[in-house]
């Protein structure tokens, strides 16, 4: 297996600054590359210097460790720079063309068996690689928001991934404290699209009885989370929540999976260009009005990790430790529908595919589906 120690940036943004944070902080050598030098220097600063400084100041942190950490992480423009590294991890903007260039350029300037990876949201691993010589060392190494903080990394197996390039990037997840789990290359991979259908479901009861203190509120309970769907949502932004979400319905809706549709709701906030006010009103009491939310997100949400399981994308083992460590829920889908019991999951899955939100999973589709085993 090949043993990494010096890893590769592309963009030190918001997640490639993390992503090399936590790398350098973990042993190993960072080596990123940015657009131009003012970049270089903004970035550092604003990722790595200031946060670090502010950690000392807090006795959080020694200086002595703040210039390790430091130390071990300097900035290029230059693709021929990225030669030392034995893994290379794209995290530049979301525009596919920009990627696809970006690869190519790599597979130039590196060795044959340099492992390349995208941490991208939406595109599929294998499109992004079209121009790399020897794609059996490329993958998907996808990091969740923000990337030194969440735990959750998933290793994107493509068609051509080999055994030695997953190996290498299952032992450098966990040797950076991560948990990593193993996706095949599928639209949004494993866990965004049960966050994704999730909030598209939830937007779509916005209006008349249902506004957004009650959708928020009903998330939380039937989630069991301090922070519901609407309030991550104004996280990630409502742009990248109605971006990523038709690519979703481009992908999957017509498929045998299906996907619910972007509503209005959140086309009309995004283009606002506001988030979703949290604090719009009294929250409705009336529990049967409230149940109908919660079914329709729960049915959802059953749904579509049935399909990804079915689809052999994850494994339901994988996917409920994935949903737990991402996006802080203490139960996952799976054990939600063991301990409702299986008929309960499955009146809730027949609304959601009633609908018109998801096909109907295999496992639901004959009439007494087995408990999950996990
Ligand atoms: N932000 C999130 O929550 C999140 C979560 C998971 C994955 N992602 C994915 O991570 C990637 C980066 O997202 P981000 O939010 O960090 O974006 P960002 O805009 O904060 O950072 C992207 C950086 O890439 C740089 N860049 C662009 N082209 C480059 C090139 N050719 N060479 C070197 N640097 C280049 C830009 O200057 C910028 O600093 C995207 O693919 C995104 O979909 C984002």
């Known amino acids: 297996m090949k043993d990494v120690k010096t890893v590769g940036i592309i963009g030190f943004g918001v997640m490639g600054a993390a992503i090399g944070l936590n790398a350098a902080a973990n042993g190993y050598r960072v080596v990123y590359k940015e657009l131009n030098d003012e970049l270089l220097k903004s970035m550092f600063d604003k990722f790595v210097v200031k946060p670090l400084a502010k950690r000392v100041g807090q006795g959080k942190m020694t200086q002595a460790d703040m210039d390790k950490t430091c130390g071990a992480i300097r900035g290029t423009t230059a693709y021929d720079d990225l030669k030392v590294c034995d893994l290379i991890i794209e995290a530049a903007v979301e525009k596919m063309d920009l990627k696809i260039q970006i690869f190519g350029e790599l597979s130039k300037a590196c060795p044959k068996d340099t492992i390349i990876v995208s941490n991208t949201s939406t595109f599929l691993i294998e499109k992004l690689m079209e121009r790399v010589d020897n794609p059996a060392r490329t993958a998907g190494l996808h990091y969740f928001f923000p990337a030194n903080v969440n735990r959750l990394v998933e290793v994107i197996n493509q068609k051509k991934t080999s055994d030695e390039t997953y190996n290498a990037l299952m032992a450098f997840s966990k040797q950076n404290k991560k948990v990593p789990i193993t996706v095949k290359d599928f639209?949004?991979?494993?866990?965004?699209?049960?966050?994704?259908?999730?909030?598209?479901?939830?937007n779509a009861f916005l209006g008349g009885k249902y506004n957004v203190a009650t959708l928020e509120k009903i998330s939380q309970e039937t989630l069991g989370v301090k922070y519901g769907i609407m309030w991550v949502q104004n996280g990630s932004g409502l742009g990248t929540a109605y971006h990523a979400g038709n690519s979703m319905v481009e992908y999957l809706a017509k498929s045998d999976i299906g996907f619910p549709p972007v509503p209005d709701q959140l086309k009309k906030m995004f283009e606002s260009g506001k988030l979703w006010n949290l604090e719009d009103g009294p929250v409705l009491e009336n529990p049967a009005e409230r149940r109908v939310v919660g079914d329709s997100l729960l049915g959802s949400i059953f749904c579509i990790s049935s399909h990804l399981v079915e689809k052999g994308v994850v494994s339901a083992k994988d996917l409920e430790l994935g949903v737990c460590t991402a996006l802080a829920w203490p139960k996952g889908p799976f054990t939600l529908m063991n301990?409702?019991?299986?008929?309960?999951?499955s009146k809730r899955v027949k609304k959601a595919v009633e609908a018109g939100y998801f096909k109907m999973p295999g496992k639901f589709a004959s009439g007494d589906p087995k408990p999950w085993n996990l």
């Open 339 to 345: 301990e409702m019991g299986m008929n309960e999951a």
């Open 187 to 202: 639209p949004g991979f494993a866990i965004n699209p049960i966050f994704i259908s999730s909030y598209l479901v939830l």
